[in-house]
């Protein structure tokens, strides 16, 4: 039986806390029912990403260094494995991969090429263009609505996935109010406000959803809560989150925790775009070349202005 070539790619690896390279990596031999897709865009995450660039993600499976990051990527299907040949051409979004070697896939999409099992790599709409890295966090937010249960009031949080979470809110007939603290990311979008906390008097809200990662959030939050009001933790967050219990008690507040998509929320978004009820635009901000990836993670989370930034693998070697 004839040996797979040998294939590799130029992947982002993170060494260490804040040492990022590019770096070519041998990738691991297809097996069957695996595809090969060849990168054209990826994201880097300002949530889970920036922990692992700062040293500050809690243990976590698969956690350990050195690692390629990232779970939001587009390409294209160019060799695959099997039943998975019919696949050839497809344009695809890819939520991450593990096929480097000794090198940890945590989570593994931010390459130029990639080896993953075919049913991981989700057939999309090519017309969505770079757009398409969006689909991953537009699925944690429908998922952070999905747990809530019910129409979220408040959602805090206005960067990507605040955005999609209101967006999505607008799309179901809703119209939330949104909190902001970054005076760069308070601009209202169509259907929803966006206030700093201290100008919102409000203090029966019933449900909230919070986006923002800020682990002393839940007595802010229920501080402005109705008797019964309930919180969803949609962020990923550094430390422990502590609150103070007589307050909780005395609203009876619940708290649930949003975790991973599931295929549910994707095919929900995707129906979304579909009938057009749910727009993607204007939620990249930032375009980084491959051969300056390891600058671009500096931009991503230290922009003020910088709501996603996309690296483009099309003319990587």
Same mark, same amino acid.
């Given at each position: 039986?004839?040996?797979?070539?040998?294939?590799?790619?130029?992947?982002?690896?993170?060494?260490?806390?804040?040492?990022?390279?590019?770096?070519?990596?041998?990738?691991?031999?297809?097996?069957?029912?695996?595809?090969?897709?060849?990168?054209?865009?990826?994201?880097?995450?300002?949530?889970?990403?920036?922990?692992?660039?700062?040293?500050?993600?809690?243990?976590?499976?698969?956690?350990?260094?050195?690692?390629?990051?990232?779970?939001?990527?587009?390409?294209?299907?160019?060799?695959?494995?099997?039943?998975?040949?019919?696949?050839?051409?497809?344009?695809?979004?890819?939520?991450?991969?593990?096929?480097?070697?000794?090198?940890?896939?945590?989570?593994?999409?931010?390459?130029?090429?990639?080896?993953?099992? *075919?049913?991981?790599? =989700?057939?999309?709409?090519?017309? #969505? $263009?770079?757009?398409?890295?969006? @689909? +991953?966090? &537009? !699925?944690?937010?429908?998922?952070?609505?999905?747990?809530?249960?019910? *129409?979220?009031?408040? =959602?805090?949080?206005?960067?990507? #996935? $605040?955005?999609?979470?209101?967006? @999505? +809110?607008? &799309? !179901?007939?809703?119209?939330?109010?949104?909190?902001?603290?970054?005076? *760069?990311?308070?601009?209202?979008?169509?259907?929803?406000?966006?206030?700093?906390?201290?100008?919102?008097?409000?203090?029966?809200?019933?449900?909230?959803?919070?986006?923002?990662?800020?682990?002393?959030?839940?007595?802010?939050?229920?501080?402005?809560?109705?008797?019964?009001?309930?919180?969803?933790?949609?962020?990923?967050?550094?430390?422990?989150?502590?609150?103070?219990?007589?307050?909780?008690?005395?609203?009876?507040?619940?708290?649930?925790?949003?975790?991973?998509?599931?295929?549910?929320?994707?095919?929900?978004?995707?129906?979304?775009?579909?009938?057009?009820?749910?727009?993607?635009?204007?939620?990249?901000?930032?375009?980084?070349?491959?051969?300056?990836?390891?600058?671009?993670?500096?931009?991503?989370?230290?922009?003020?202005?910088?709501?996603?930034?996309?690296?483009?693998?099309?003319?990587?070697?």
């Amino acid at each position: 039986m004839p040996q797979s070539p040998t294939l590799d790619s130029l992947a982002v690896v993170i060494d260490a806390p804040k040492q990022v390279a590019l770096r070519r990596l041998t990738l691991d031999s297809m097996a069957d029912g695996d595809v090969l897709v060849e990168i054209d865009w990826s994201s880097i995450s300002a949530g889970t990403e920036k922990l692992l660039w700062s040293g500050t993600m809690p243990p976590f499976p698969g956690m350990g260094y050195p690692l390629v990051p990232g779970y939001e990527a587009v390409g294209r299907i160019t060799d695959a494995v099997g039943a998975a040949k019919a696949r050839i051409g497809q344009t695809v979004f890819v939520p991450g991969a593990r096929c480097f070697g000794d090198v940890r896939g945590l989570f593994g999409g931010n390459a130029a090429r990639v080896v993953l099992p *075919a049913a991981r790599a =989700i057939t999309i709409d090519a017309d #969505l $263009g770079d757009r398409g890295v969006l @689909l +991953a966090l &537009a !699925a944690t937010a429908q998922h952070a609505l999905a747990i809530a249960g019910q *129409a979220p009031e408040l =959602i805090i949080g206005h960067g990507v #996935l $605040g955005r999609l979470m209101a967006r @999505l +809110a607008v &799309a !179901a007939g809703h119209a939330p109010m949104v909190w902001e603290t970054n005076p *760069a990311r308070q601009e209202s979008d169509t259907g929803y406000h966006v206030l700093p906390p201290e100008a919102d008097q409000r203090r029966d809200y019933r449900c909230v959803i919070d986006a923002s990662g800020d682990t002393k959030i839940i007595d802010l939050v229920v501080a402005r809560l109705t008797r019964g009001g309930r919180i969803i933790l949609a962020g990923f967050y550094p430390g422990r989150l502590d609150f103070a219990f007589a307050p909780a008690f005395m609203r009876e507040a619940s708290i649930a925790i949003a975790a991973e998509w599931q295929p549910a929320d994707l095919d929900h978004v995707l129906a979304c775009l579909q009938q057009q009820k749910l727009s993607l635009d204007g939620l990249i901000t930032h375009h980084a070349p491959a051969h300056a990836a390891a600058d671009a993670y500096h931009t991503a989370f230290g922009a003020a202005d910088c709501l996603k930034l996309l690296i483009d693998w099309r003319h990587s070697a």
